[in-house]
């Protein structure tokens, strides 16, 4: 019997190695100016928590959502390690109905995992749920990741490009689009030379 995501994934967090590290995505830090204090943040399939727990060390609201088991137990003693208070919520992010426009900013930092016949279903309940105002924050991988072979799926459908997401987002007032090839380090899921893309995006008032 083949195994469903949900047992793929659970099967890679069940160890005591924190799969794609303990320290926060180098996009997420760099851009930590974001994150205000009480400002609410929902990080959408947060792993192991390192980004959300990142986040609330600068004073935000942060909800982590994950439909992993043993990722969110990774996660909840990383936070009791830093001593920030996160609301955890174990949830498929396709099915989850978050509250519309309740934050003021949604992390996606890369949910690869979505294919193309899902991913516009992923990227509306993105949208939908930042206030107006808020920002949507997401890292991801080009289609050149697939060749690399330092993360991410190896569908190469998967991947965005600059017009995917321009045209995902063509609502939004988009503030910062880059594709670079960076060298990354989180863990033994993502490390190496990596083909990246990193978007900001404005929901209009």
Request: proline share 6%; aromatic share 10%; no cysteine.
């Amino acid at each position: 019997m083949n195994d469903t995501p949900q047992d793929f994934w659970d099967k890679r967090y069940q160890t005591d190695d924190y799969l794609f590290g303990r320290e926060p995505n180098a996009f997420v830090k760099s851009r930590a100016d974001l994150f205000k204090p009480g400002m609410d943040v929902v990080a959408i399939a947060d792993g192991e928590g390192r980004n959300g727990v990142f986040v609330a060390r600068q004073g935000a609201n942060v909800t982590s959502v994950d439909f992993s088991a043993p990722a969110l137990e990774k996660a909840r003693k990383l936070a009791a390690e830093y001593n920030v208070e996160i609301k955890f919520e174990q949830q498929d992010v396709y099915h989850w109905q978050g509250e519309k426009e309740a934050y003021d900013i949604v992390l996606a930092i890369f949910i690869q995992f979505a294919p193309p016949d899902k991913r516009d279903q992923l990227f509306d309940t993105i949208k939908q749920l930042v206030k107006p105002g808020g920002l949507v924050v997401m890292q991801g991988y080009r289609p050149e990741q697939v060749a690399l072979k330092t993360g991410g799926p190896p569908q190469i459908e998967n991947m965005y490009t600059a017009d995917i997401l321009r045209d995902a987002f063509a609502d939004f007032e988009i503030q910062h689009l880059e594709e670079h090839d960076s060298e990354v380090d989180e863990g033994p899921g993502h490390s190496g030379m990596s083909a990246l893309i990193d978007m900001i995006a404005k929901r209009p008032k």
